[in-house]
């Protein structure tokens, strides 16, 4: 097997706070899957030459652009370890089914989703038979989850309706992305790039409360998707959740406007997917 310099088969591009640091963690479970040894490696998001490399990130920085042997380099720890594994059950006396001849090789960077500028466009001359996985959330817990998981970090020190006033406001531009609660769940305009630059069958969209109500439901569609084996993951433990109480703190009539706010975008989604977003309205 070539563990040199080789590119993903699939990426999970978004969106932020929709269960994808879970999933990498599942897939990463699956015998034929190798995902990147970093989440967010974000190397297709670059619009300008690497800032840094991985070796000078800091605890302060954790996300880097990546050079292209650097970012190759995240797959081969994987490799290396399923290689071995499959090599010492090769020797058992008896026949083991877990293992196919492939391996497939993923990363997960939301910023991919955020960013469909210039990513879809990387993404599409360096892989452009890449699979593409997105997890769509309601746009309004989306924001909470992610002004929560800020406030809890001492990134952002205003109260939940401050943050939500000044994105209805129009403000989130001046401020970094990571901040942008509204801007970053207008899923229509994000999206758009990606149908546009890739085949629909290249394009798994999932819907968040199914995955929320049904992790290993959601994970064999995924893995349908990807063509590999049914798999049932030894730990489905959730990552990274911030909102056990889903919009809770938040104003009501803060609610009422962020549902105006999305509103059109979200109409607009609708023909994109095969479930129901109108239900983030109601």
Known sequence: MDLHVKLPDFLIIGAQKAGTTSLHYYCNQHPNICMSDVKEPMFFASTSLPRTTFQEQTAKDPYAFFYLDEYSDLFKKALRSKTIRRSFLSYLPFPVRAFSSSLLLGEASTAYLANPFPSSVWIKKMI??????????????RAVSAYKM???NGVDSRSLQEAMEF?????????????????????????????????KEQIFIGDYHEYDNDNLGFLQKVFAFLHVRPFVPKDLKRLNIYDIQRTTGLDKSIEVKMKTFFEKDIQALQPMVDFDVQKWLN
């Open 167 to 199: 994105g209805l406001n129009g403000q989130e531009s001046s401020i970094d992305q990571g901040r942008w609660y509204l801007t970053l769940g207008l899923y229509s305009r994000l999206l758009g790039p990606y149908l546009k630059a890739f085949r």
């Open 128 to 141: 452009p038979t890449v699979k593409l996985i997105v997890i769509l959330r309601n746009p309004i817990e």
């Open 150 to 152: 800020y406030a809890k």
